[in-house]
Nanobody, 119 residues
Framework: VYLAESGGGSVQRGESLRLSCVASGSVHNIADMGWYRQAPGKGRELVARLNSDSTTHYANSVKGRFTISRDNAKNAVYLQMNNLKPEDTAVYYC??????????????WGPGTLVTVSS
C-alpha cells in the first residue's frame, strides 16, 4: 500500500484547507485510515482517525473544526480543516492500518504535506 497526500499550503487564521490522501497498491488490505501531524520540535500526534467500522476519533484540539471522511470507491481519505489556527501549523501525514491477513497488521505512512497557518 502506498499513500500520497495533497492539499497542504499556507493560509491565514480562520481560513480552511482540505487535505486529500489517495491509496494505491493492495488497497483491499486497508482497514483504518487517518491523519497525524508533527509540528516543528514536537512529536507526531493523532489528528483524526476513521476506523473500518465507520467510527471516528478526533484530537481534542481539532474537535468541531476538522472533519475526516473516506471515499472507498476512490481509495481516498480526506481531512476538511476549518477555522485554522497558527497552532495547527505542522506536517500532516496520511496513515493507514493495513491487514494483509488475520495474523498481523502494520502501519503505512504517506510522505506528508505541510500546512502553515499565519496570524
Amino acid at each position: 500500500v502506498y499513500l500520497a497526500e495533497s492539499g497542504g499550503g499556507s493560509v491565514q487564521r480562520g481560513e480552511s484547507l482540505r487535505l486529500s490522501c489517495v491509496a494505491s497498491g493492495s488497497v483491499h488490505n486497508i482497514a483504518d485510515m487517518g491523519w497525524y501531524r508533527q509540528a516543528p520540535g514536537k512529536g507526531r500526534e493523532l489528528v483524526a482517525r476513521l476506523n473500518s467500522d465507520s467510527t471516528t476519533h478526533y484530537a481534542n484540539s481539532v474537535k468541531g473544526r476538522f472533519t475526516i471522511s473516506r471515499d472507498n470507491a476512490k481509495n481516498a481519505v480526506y481531512l476538511q480543516m476549518n477555522n485554522l489556527k497558527p497552532e495547527d501549523t505542522a506536517v500532516y501525514y496520511c496513515w493507514s492500518l493495513v491487514r494483509p491477513n488475520i495474523e498481523g497488521s502494520h502501519d503505512v505512512w504517506g510522505p506528508g504535506t505541510l500546512v502553515t497557518v499565519s496570524s
